[in-house]
């Protein structure tokens, strides 16, 4: 529930894993992503299971406060961290990518690099003076990159 989140947590509705699944399967896409508030705080692993099970790539976002269940690693094929506050729960195995928002309390000292793979930057609520920051940092670390909201710029959801 952090203050520039895009989750709209009023809107939702429980579904049992084989609803999800027909909902998922609506759609074109080859991957499904897990995220929205804090993924790791539900049993993720029948949800998981099925979708792999499938024929689904999955990709989860985190917020990296809670400790993965191992069998998710075998299940779930590009793991994104978001850290909201030092430091990240034990037992990611892997981490794809480690994705910072550019706000009021980013500390570019805090940015743990070795852990992942790649490390983004996006800034808070896309707003100019955070774009800016993130593009002051990106000089400095020309080998991070740049995450766009592209869906709020579109006015999706």
């Known amino acids: ?14 579904m049992a894993v084989d609803a999800v ?12 992503c897990l995220t929205g508030g804090e993924p790791l705080g539900q049993n993720l692993e029948p949800l998981a ?12 976002e985190t917020n990296g406060t809670l400790p993965p269940a191992p069998v998710l690693f075998e299940l779930i094929e590009h793991w994104t961290v978001s850290p909201k506050r030092p430091p990240l729960a034990e037992g990611f195995l892997r981490i794809d990518e480690l994705k910072y928002v550019v706000g009021e309390s980013f500390r570019e000292d805090q940015v743990q690099e070795e852990l992942a793979r790649f490390v983004y930057l996006q800034p808070e609520s896309s707003r100019p003076r ?24 579109l006015g999706l959801r």
């Open 21 to 32: 699944c027909a909902e998922v399967q609506r759609h074109p896409a080859r991957w499904a």
């Open 49 to 60: 299971r099925a979708l792999h099970c499938a024929g689904y790539r999955l990709h989860i």
């Open 1 to 14: 529930r952090c203050r520039f989140c895009d989750t709209e947590f009023g809107t939702g509705v429980p």
């Open 130 to 153: 955070f774009v800016r920051q993130a593009l002051e940092v990106l000089r400095r670390h020309p080998h991070w990159r740049l995450s766009c909201r592209v869906h709020r710029w």
